[in-house]
């Protein structure tokens, strides 16, 4: 096929590559150590390369030919990078891990910088044309917190915001929301934008030894929305699961009785809203965009009933027959909730608050606190990326992977909120992942521009590929056919020629 003449960039993308080191095995996917591989397009022709992060973590498993380093669900031992005084110490320090900086779950941009990012307090420093990895940033140097979410936002200004969790201060264990300038003043140009790093506000967590576990959170013009779910992790199981010989993913528990919270941060007053809204008991990793209309908070997310989707993916479970047998027991649903923030505040109990036409209700509660309940917007769709102009702001496409009841992904999709209706593209044995739209340059609508997704298949015989299709359409553009074996990969970015250094700097 063709490519549009104004594609260039690089398609940067992230997701774990080596799962075996020696004789040692990870147990769960989402262990593996980080492999980078990106698709360069320039004047019509695709350039393919894929590199292993080097983290510390990869050289020390790599030079001890074994696992070293704890990873999420794979707990290793002892750490033969530290001296013999240190392992002592070990078993006390273990109550807030060190963590690895196997940097394995997407990309994040910082003025000039790409990073490659999971969700400890460890991001590195990547050269997204040759994928070198380069210097090891901490957040914890900067800022109180332990684990940090993959998915930032990036405002209007090239300010990234995100969240962390800091559960080390004295069991006042909170979530906390950062902001990272894109450059540093002139005077100080030797100084990294880390050192600017400025806290938004924190938000105590509802419980001091369980904070909820979150993968991402949304953004609107004037508010920050997290969601505290009853997907929690237990910390005094945590600080002894290194004792205990099990996983920290082990420490992770579900309850299902619970409520799930929501908290509205005004970006100006940097204050949360006071209302309680609560709704059931979900698990969710991904929010797909928000907005605010006529007093309403309007935000979409994909939510399951259980925790499933995570236990699907330990290497046991991931075998020759996977395909057929592997089913979650929830669906992955996409949920719209409707938010009333300005509403009556003498409305009677027991009355719904939404005044916007939807489904989705928010009723009030004798205690004052408001029950929320969503519109469905559809189901089985996963890893959902928008026209990223539009985030924050209303919009109507949604750009994911079809995954039935199967985790695997076997279609991409592009869902309009406003119709409803949905184009699929979809081949036998091909896996695509993530699919990433990018706008083309003289864009007047949402959708105007194309979308790209690496497919992996699941037939020996063929080669994998990179599919370009119209955004508008969803009809195949062209495909760029790699002769390697390249793995699932879990998130990435488009990075355009003029967001790249020259190679000379």
Request: glycine letters at 4%; charged letters at 25%; proline letters at 6%.
């Amino acid at each position: 096929g063709q490519l549009p003449t104004w594609l260039q960039g690089i398609l940067l993308r992230n997701g774990p590559g080596m799962h075996t080191i020696g004789d040692t095995k990870y147990n769960h996917w989402f262990d593996g150590l980080a492999l980078l591989h990106s698709f360069t397009f320039k004047n019509g022709e695709v350039y393919y390369r894929s590199k292993y992060l080097r983290s510390d973590t990869y050289n020390c498993n790599v030079e001890a030919k074994r696992i070293v380093v704890s990873e999420f669900g794979t707990m290793a031992y002892p750490d033969p990078c530290k001296n013999i005084f240190a392992k002592a110490f070990s078993y006390l320090s273990h109550t807030i891990p060190e963590f690895t900086d196997n940097c394995l779950i997407n990309i994040m941009k910082t003025g000039d910088d790409f990073y490659a990012v999971s969700e400890t307090n460890f991001i590195r420093k990547i050269n997204p044309q040759t994928l070198e990895t380069l210097e090891k940033v901490d957040y914890s140097k900067y800022i109180a917190v332990n684990l940090a979410t993959s998915h930032p936002h990036y405002d209007s200004a090239g300010n990234i915001l995100n969240m962390g969790t800091s559960i080390a201060d004295k069991g006042k264990t909170k979530y906390i929301l950062f902001k990272i300038p894109p450059s540093v003043p002139e005077k100080e140009k030797k100084k990294s934008c880390f050192k600017h790093l400025e806290v938004v506000c924190s938000i105590p967590s509802r419980s001091l030894l369980h904070p909820s576990y979150y993968h991402s959170f949304g953004i609107t013009e004037n508010y920050i929305i997290f969601i505290e779910q009853p997907f929690r992790l237990d910390i005094v199981k945590m600080a002894t699961a290194y004792i205990r010989g099990v996983s920290w993913a082990s420490c992770l528990s579900y309850q299902k009785e619970d409520k799930t919270w929501f908290h509205f941060v005004d970006k100006k007053t940097k204050k949360e809203v006071p209302t309680k809204f609560y709704t059931d008991a979900m698990v969710l990793f991904h929010h797909i965009n928000a907005y605010e209309e006529d007093g309403h908070i309007i935000f979409d997310i994909i939510a399951y009933k259980d925790n499933s989707l995570y236990d699907m993916f330990y290497l046991k479970n991931l075998n020759n027959d996977f395909e057929e047998n592997s089913k979650l027991t929830s669906m992955p649903t996409c949920k719209r909730f409707v938010v009333p923030l300005q509403y009556d505040k003498d409305a009677e109990v027991g009355s719904n608050l939404v005044t916007l036409p939807s489904t989705a209700t928010a009723v009030k509660e004798k205690d004052g606190s408001i029950y929320c309940q969503p519109e469905i917007l559809c189901e089985g769709i996963e890893l959902p990326r928008i026209n990223y102009d539009y985030n924050g702001k209303k919009y109507k496409c949604i750009f994911a992977t079809a995954v039935q009841w199967s985790p695997i992904p076997t279609q991409i999709v592009k869902f309009n909120i406003q119709t409803k209706e949905m184009l699929h593209w979809g081949e036998d044995h091909c896996w695509p992942s993530e699919p990433v739209f990018v706008p083309s340059p003289d864009a007047r609508e949402e959708d105007d521009g194309i979308v790209l997704t690496c497919v992996v298949i699941s037939d020996p015989k063929k080669a994998p590929f990179l599919l370009v299709l119209d955004a508008k359409t969803f009809k195949e553009l062209g495909r760029a056919t790699v002769d390697v074996e390249m793995h699932l990969d879990l998130h990435g970015m488009f990075i355009p020629e003029k967001d790249l250094k020259a190679e000379t700097e």
